[in-house]
C-alpha cells in the first residue's frame, strides 16, 4: 500500500444506507470494508473518480477551487470546488512511466511513446505524411564486454550451452571460464559474472554513465561519414542534409545499458523535404555501423582506474525500414515502445533512487547488481567522475539517460500528446475562458494514494477489468484483420 496522509474517510454518511450491527455480523470480515463502500450513497462518484484517472494506482490529490470570473462586473460565471467530492480532493493521475509502479500509467506512457515513434516514421500527430518515403533505418548499439557473463542460451539451438571452451581455461583465480548449462529463462545467473574478481566493475558503470555522451560522439561520426559519402565538407553537411532520430534505453541482462534506435534521414531546412538522393537508406544503414563501430570518448584519467576509453559494442544491427516489405513502421514502432516503462528489472535492478549505500544490500537482487551498485558509490566519489553522477544513478547501475531521447525534429512530444489528450483537466477548467472572463485557480497538494486498502483494492479491480476489455477487444480486432471475424 502506498504510503498516506489520506483524508478522514467516513465509512458512510448516511446511516440509512449503512448495514446496521446485526446486518454486518452476517458478513465475513475481510468483506466488511467492500461492503461498507458499495453501501456509501456517494460511491457512484468515488467509482467515477476510479475511472477519471484510468485506475491509476497511486493517484495525486489536489484540493482547491476554480473560478470564472466575468473581468467588466467581478461577477463569478461559474465556479467549480473539491469540497463537494467524496474525499474533498480530486484525484490526478500519478503518471509514472514504470510498469512496477503503476500498470495503468506506464501504459499510458507506452502508448504515448508508440505514437511518437510511428509519427517520425509514418508520419501523423503533425509530422507530414511525405517523411515515410525518406531513409529509415532501425539499428542497435550494444556495450562491448567487461568480462564473460552467464548467458541464455539460443533456443533455436537445442545443442547451445552457456560457454564452451575447448581446452576448459580457467582464468587467473582458478575459476573455470566455461558453463556446461542451458540456463532457463528465469535463472538469475544469467548475466552475472563467470568471475566476479575478472570482471571489470569500474568499466562496466562507466560505461553505462557516459553511454549518453558516447552517442552524442557517434551522432557527430555519423554526420563526418555522410560528408564523406556525399563528396561535401564536414561544415556544410549539416546544411544539406539532417539527421533526426528517436532512441530507447534498455537493459540487459548483464545490467548494461543497449540503444534500440529509428534513424531518419531530412532535407536540411524542414521535415517535409527530402535528403540529397545520393543519400539512400542502405547508405545511412552502413555510415551507422561505421560511425558507431569507430566513436570512441575519453574520460578522465584517475590512478585508481586509468584513462577509460568509452566504446560501442562489436554486436551492431543497422537495417532499412521498408514501409511496405522488410521491417515495418508499425513493428519498428511496437519494439521500441515495449522498452519504455521497463528499468532495471531485467537486470535485476532497484526501481526507485538508492540514497544511502547501506539501503544497496537489500535492494539488488544479485551479488552481481550489488557490487555494480557499491562500484556506483566509490567511482562517482572520485572528483573526475563526480560530475557523471554515479551517486545519483545507483539504482540505474550508472545510467542517467532518459529511457526515450528524440531529436527536436523527429517526431512530436509527450507535452505535445498529454495536451491534446487533457483528459483530467477538464475538471479543473469550467467553462471556457474568453475575453469577457478570467480564470482563478487555487489548487493545493492533499496527499497521495487511495484513501484507503478497499478503494485501493476497488481501483485495482477496475484497472484489471479495462485492461481485459482492451485485450478482447485486441484480440477481435486482429481476428478480424486476419478475415476470421466474418464466421
Ligand atoms: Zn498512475
Ligand atoms: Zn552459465
Ligand atoms: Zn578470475
Known amino acids: 500500500m502506498p504510503q498516506n496522509t489520506g483524508p478522514n474517510v467516513a465509512t458512510s454518511t448516511n446511516a440509512s444506507a449503512t448495514p446496521n450491527a446485526d446486518q454486518l455480523t452476517l458478513i465475513p470480515i475481510e468483506d466488511r470494508g467492500w461492503f461498507e463502500l458499495l453501501s456509501r450513497p456517494d460511491y457512484p462518484a468515488i467509482e467515477q473518480q476510479i475511472r477519471d484517472v484510468g485506475a491509476c494506482e497511486n493517484p495525486v490529490w489536489l484540493s482547491g477551487r476554480t473560478l470564472l470570473v466575468a473581468v467588466a462586473t467581478g461577477e463569478i460565471v461559474s465556479s467549480w470546488s473539491s469540497a463537494g467530492t467524496p474525499f474533498g480532493a480530486i484525484p490526478l493521475r500519478c503518471m509514472n512511466r514504470r510498469a512496477t509502479r503503476c500498470a495503468s500509467c506506464s501504459r499510458l506512457y507506452a502508448g504515448d511513446a508508440f505514437q511518437l515513434v510511428r509519427a517520425g516514421l509514418s508520419g501523423g500527430k503533425g509530422v507530414p505524411d511525405v517523411v515515410s518515403g525518406h531513409p529509415l533505418v532501425f539499428a542497435t548499439l550494444t556495450a562491448p564486454s567487461f568480462g564473460p557473463v552467464h548467458r541464455r542460451p539460443n533456443p533455436d539451438r537445442p545443442r547451445d550451452v552457456c560457454r564452451a571452451r575447448r581446452g576448459k581455461p580457467r582464468c587467473p583465480h582458478g575459476i573455470p571460464m566455461t558453463c556446461q548449462q542451458r540456463h532457463a529463462p528465469e535463472d538469475l545467473l544469467i548475466g552475472q559474472p563467470l568471475c566476479v574478481a575478472c570482471y571489470d566493475y569500474p568499466g562496466h558503470v562507466l560505461w553505462n554513465a557516459g553511454a549518453s555522451a558516447l552517442w552524442a560522439r ?12 556525399g563528396e561535401i565538407p564536414r561544415p556544410h553537411i549539416r546544411r544539406t542534409l539532417r539527421v533526426e532520430y528517436v532512441r530507447v534505453a534498455e537493459y540487459q541482462a548483464r545490467g548494461l545499458v543497449h540503444f534500440h534506435a529509428a534513424f531518419r534521414l531530412d532535407g536540411p531546412e524542414d521535415r517535409s523535404l527530402e535528403p540529397p538522393a545520393w543519400a539512400t537508406a542502405e547508405l545511412l544503414a552502413d555510415a551507422i555501423g561505421q560511425a558507431a563501430s569507430t566513436a570512441r570518448l575519453r574520460l578522465a584519467e584517475t590512478v585508481e582506474i586509468g584513462a577509460p576509453v568509452l566504446h560501442f559494442g562489436q554486436q551492431l544491427d543497422a537495417r532499412p525500414i521498408v514501409l511496405d516489405t522488410g521491417l515495418p513502421a508499425e513493428r519498428a514502432a511496437g519494439y521500441l515502445a515495449k522498452y519504455v516503462t521497463k528499468g532495471t528489472e531485467d537486470a535485476h535492478g532497484a526501481d526507485r533512487p538508492i540514497t544511502h549505500r547501506s539501503q544497496i544490500a537489500a535492494l539488488a537482487r544479485t551479488d552481481h547488481v550489488r557490487a555494480l551498485m557499491y562500484t556506483c558509490r566509490t567511482v562517482g566519489a572520485l572528483a573526475p567522475y563526480e560530475a557523471l553522477g554515479l551517486h545519483r544513478w545507483t539504482h540505474m547501475l550508472g545510467f542517467g539517460g532518459q529511457p526515450l531521447t528524440k531529436t527536436r525534429r523527429y517526431s512530436s512530444t509527450f507535452t505535445a500528446l498529454r495536451q491534446a489528450r487533457a483528459d483530467f483537466r477538464g475538471a479543473l477548467r469550467p467553462g471556457i475562458e474568453d475575453e469577457e472572463t478570467v480564470r482563478d485557480s487555487q489548487w493545493r497538494y492533499a496527499w497521495q494514494g487511495w484513501p484507503n486498502a478497499t478503494i485501493a483494492e476497488q481501483a485495482a479491480g477496475i484497472g484489471e477489468e479495462a485492461e481485459y476489455n ?13 478475415g476470421r471475424g466474418a464466421e
Do not use: N, P, T
Open 470 to 482: 482492451r485485450e478482447v477487444a485486441q484480440d477481435s480486432a486482429d481476428g478480424l484483420a486476419r
Open 218 to 229: 557517434m551522432v557527430d561520426f555519423l554526420y563526418w561519414r555522410l560528408a564523406r559519402a
